[in-house]
């Protein structure tokens, strides 16, 4: 099964057993000096005890000046030590480890007391960076190699050169970001130059029999008189001849809505940019990376056999499933916990450095935790009730199946998934309802499940049990206006579920993540939709990618945005603002979000009866699904 994906591979001196990559993913899980901790450790160990081919270590700093804080960092001598620890864990799980050697540019201003080098003056509001200097180009060029040279000594199996995402090398590559006047300015072949000179002396670092990457993008999106594919190839065809093993080809940079392509969301298609990777890989004849929303076994496979790329990368796969590659490779796919590109712990969680110390997953708490949460079987096996099949409770009945309790999952509904199968219900989100069903159906496995039943106090108080999880959900707003009679009006998870389906023109009262979709739902439908949102930004509630992504699905769709606009009344010709202005429509559609359900009589029996009582997800207030799986595997964790 998956033949192509399991295949093993040579390059130069190192063979990998397949063709899995774990990219290098920043995790914020180094001290705030750089240095390797226990935390990444066991992280890393635990994807390479999970069947990875490869891990690459993430974003490592070359230079010690601008090195941000609790980014790993390779820029000084006594930091060997720690890398030597990380590569011995992952090769001690079966595993070869690379670091990847970065200089980050304008990124590594998410920490205010790192120096930001940037490749020509840039303006930065109050005051302009001036572009690094001849001699500082120099010194990086240094501690590229010395940085290699650390990487040797600390037992790495291959180093990447980070070329892409409008870091400091691929800024010098690109004539929208170059714009110098000396011999690194100017011409293709003089913005060459800097990175080739990192190439020469990374290889002069380094020894013969081991491989170089380079993360390169395929092509700068959405930048005037950035790099073309062409230009792409041509490049990679010099950097083959100075030493260059394979391509990891990536896309995307952070000055434009092109981020979105650094960490696709769920809005981006599967496999997105494998064609431009096959399309280098034609031109160069190097071994190639295939990089882009690869989830799936299958879709790796597909991409493998169908002899576009050599290897595959599959970083977020692996963040939601550490044990996705054995799973995948003794067929257990049914058992995997797949991806579902919601980017609400990888990228929101690493960007807000203010409430997550490191990155997390919405389908995986256990990141950044694989060293301290202990889910071995517990001594004291309870009878524990769920009450309620969303997230929150599947998650919680997984662990404490896990953890070898006796567990009971009762469902009012007809199928578990709550709140996340309404989220997979809108355009170009069949995965969040694929990843409901799966989680579900891998419950049902697992525990004892009762759908079609409804908990109430009676039931509860003639139960025999010692702990009961409450997790019954939320549900949608509906808010009495003047004249609510006078217009056809609807919920935002009724137009969802397509139990409605409206005509003409339809106004969306919210304009947040729900709100949104379901003006997508509309919209696709063929709706002349108006979103009426009484905030001054619409999407508020998104994650930075997603943003741009839906944002963009909003231009396309013809979809006007009003934010500012507070409902006032509704009217025989439609909505009515608190600043007199009207909104013609025949439907109006709430989506001004979700309240907990009503628990308290459960919470009174379990108190009457001295039974522990938790309760989770949005029965507790609604929330965010990261937030309530997290809840639910908490719970369950320390019950």
């Keep these: 099964m998956f033949?192509?994906?399991?295949?093993?591979i040579q390059i130069r001196d190192m063979k990998l057993k397949n063709r899995i990559i774990l990219p290098a993913m920043g995790t914020r899980m180094a001290d705030e000096n750089g240095a390797i901790t226990d935390k990444l450790i066991a992280y890393h160990a635990a994807r390479a005890k999970g069947g990875c081919g490869l891990n690459i270590?993430?974003?490592?700093?070359?230079?010690?000046?601008?090195?941000?804080?609790?980014?790993i960092s390779i820029s000084e001598d006594h930091l060997v030590e720690g890398h030597k620890k990380l590569t011995d864990a992952i090769h001690k799980n079966g595993g070869k480890a690379g670091i990847q050697l970065w200089q980050g540019s304008i990124a590594v201003s998410m920490d205010p007391k790192a120096q930001v080098l940037v490749v020509s003056d840039m303006n930065a509001g109050a005051y302009t960076l001036k572009e690094i200097t001849k001699e500082q180009i120099q010194e990086i060029v240094v501690c590229y190699g010395k940085a290699a040279a650390r990487a040797v000594k600390a037992g790495y199996d291959c180093l990447e050169f980070h070329l892409a995402h409008n870091y400091l090398p691929h800024s010098f590559l690109s004539a929208g970001f170059n714009h110098r006047k000396d011999e690194y300015g100017g011409s293709f072949e003089n913005r060459c130059k800097f990175p080739l000179e990192v190439i020469d002396e990374l290889r002069r670092?380094?020894?013969e029999g081991m491989p170089l990457f380079i993360r390169i993008g395929a092509q700068d999106d959405m930048l005037e008189n950035g790099l073309t594919i062409e230009d792409v190839i041509r490049f990679c065809n010099i950097a083959k001849k100075h030493g260059v093993d394979v391509l990891d080809v990536s896309r995307g940079n952070i000055v434009t809505a092109a981020s979105m392509y650094e960490v696709p969301p769920i809005d981006v298609p599967n496999g997105f940019n494998i064609e431009n990777a096959a399309k280098i890989r034609k031109e160069t004849g190097?071994?190639?990376?295939?990089?882009?929303?690869?989830?799936t076994a299958e879709?790796?496979?597909?991409?493998?056999?169908?002899?576009k790329v050599d290897m595959v990368v599959m970083g977020r796969a692996q963040l939601a499933d550490p044990e996705f590659a054995n799973k995948a490779q003794e067929g257990k796919t049914d058992e995997i916990v797949h991806c579902v590109g919601c980017n609400q712990g990888c990228y929101d969680g690493f960007c807000d450095v203010v409430n997550h110390p490191h990155i997390t997953c919405l389908r995986n708490p256990m990141i950044g935790h694989e060293a301290e949460y202990d889910l071995s079987k517990t001594k004291t096996p309870k009878k524990v009730w769920i009450i309620g099949g969303g997230m929150a409770g599947m998650e919680a009945a997984k662990v404490l199946q896990e953890r070898g309790h006796e567990v009971t999952l009762f469902e009012a509904a007809d199928k578990l998934g709550g709140e996340f199968l309404l989220a997979g219900e809108a355009p170009g989100k069949a995965e969040m309802k694929a990843a409901a069903m799966e989680m579900a159906a891998q419950v049902e496995k697992l525990v004892s499940v009762h759908k079609n039943t409804k908990v109430d106090a009676q039931k509860l108080e003639n139960a025999d049990v010692d702990a009961v999880i409450v997790?019954?959900?939320?549900?949608p707003i509906m808010i009495h206006l003047e004249g609510i009679d006078k217009l056809f009006h609807v919920s935002a998870t009724e137009v969802l579920r397509h139990e409605v389906r409206p005509k003409g023109k339809v106004a969306v009262i919210g304009g947040g993540l729900v709100g949104l979709e379901t003006a997508d739902t509309l919209a696709t439908d063929g709706c002349d939709v108006t979103v009426l949102e009484m905030k001054d930004s619409i999407g508020s509630d998104l994650g930075t990618l997603r943003k741009i992504a839906v944002m963009m699905k909003m231009q396309q769709l013809q979809v006007k945005l009003l934010p500012n606009s507070k409902v006032c009344k509704f009217t025989e010709d439609g909505i009515v603002l608190e600043d007199g202005s009207l909104i013609p429509c025949n439907c109006?559609?709430?989506a001004v979000g979700f309240a907990a359900n009503d628990s308290h009589t459960l919470v009174d029996v379990c108190e009457q009866k001295q039974i522990p009582c938790h309760v989770i997800g949005d029965a507790k207030s609604a929330r965010r699904a990261i937030d309530a799986i997290a809840e639910g595997f908490e719970v369950a964790r320390t019950l």
């Design 471 to 475: 997790a019954v959900g939320s549900s």
């Design 299 to 307: 879709l790796a496979e597909e991409i493998l056999s169908q002899d």
């Design 3 to 8: 033949e192509h994906v399991f295949s093993s």
């Design 57 to 71: 270590v993430e974003v490592a700093a070359v230079h010690t000046p601008s090195a941000p804080a609790h980014f």
């Design 205 to 207: 670092n380094m020894p």
């Design 588 to 590: 109006a559609v709430f």
């Design 286 to 295: 190097m071994l190639t990376i295939g990089v882009g929303r690869i989830n």
